[in-house]
């Protein structure tokens, strides 16, 4: 999808965000997570939108290289390399390039390693950390396959394709 076509967004009014947020929170109490919140992909849009947050893309260079990234948003791997070795440096690096201070929602392919980036970042201090739900690919389907019922890209949200 061309990143000049803009999504139809309902208007966001200040109760609307804190519906949001609200949702997003609930969502990981009820999955006893340990981070901030949860937030769907459409919710995720509309919050890097209005810069209500940053959106930190934690996927590979691989990833974003071959399979496509959100336009503007902050790149901090959680894993690297085809082995995927964890990035010990993801909490300092998250840190230097956002600050503690922003509401930083995290996306990797599925919504688990945004998960487990989330935690690493709560648990470092970061307070309204906010994973992705579905990601950027989704979940497999009954074939294996990504994309075919939920993700950033099934929902037809912007993004680009080097």
């Not at 990035?87 to 922003?102: H, I, M, S």
Request: hydrophobic share 40%.
């Amino acid at each position: 999808m061309n990143s000049a076509t803009k999504i139809e967004l309902p208007k966001l009014d200040d109760n609307k965000i804190q519906q949001i947020f609200t949702d997003a929170k609930q969502r990981v109490e009820d999955h006893y997570l340990e981070f901030t919140g949860t937030v769907l992909p459409h919710e995720a849009w509309a919050l890097f939108q209005t810069g209500h947050a940053v959106i930190v893309d934690v996927r590979t260079n691989e990833e974003r290289k071959f399979v496509g990234y959100v336009e503007d948003t902050i790149h901090i791997p959680w894993a690297t390399g085809t082995a995927l070795n964890r990035n010990p440096r993801f909490a300092k690096e998250l840190e230097t390039k956002v600050g503690k201070d922003k509401v930083i929602l995290l996306l990797c392919r599925s919504g688990k390693r945004s998960a487990a980036a989330a935690n690493v970042a709560f648990n470092a201090g970061f307070e309204n950390i906010y994973n992705i739900e579905q990601g950027f690919e989704g979940d497999l389907d009954e074939d294996n396959h990504r994309g075919a019922f939920n993700g950033w890209r099934f929902h037809q949200l912007p993004w680009r394709q080097e």
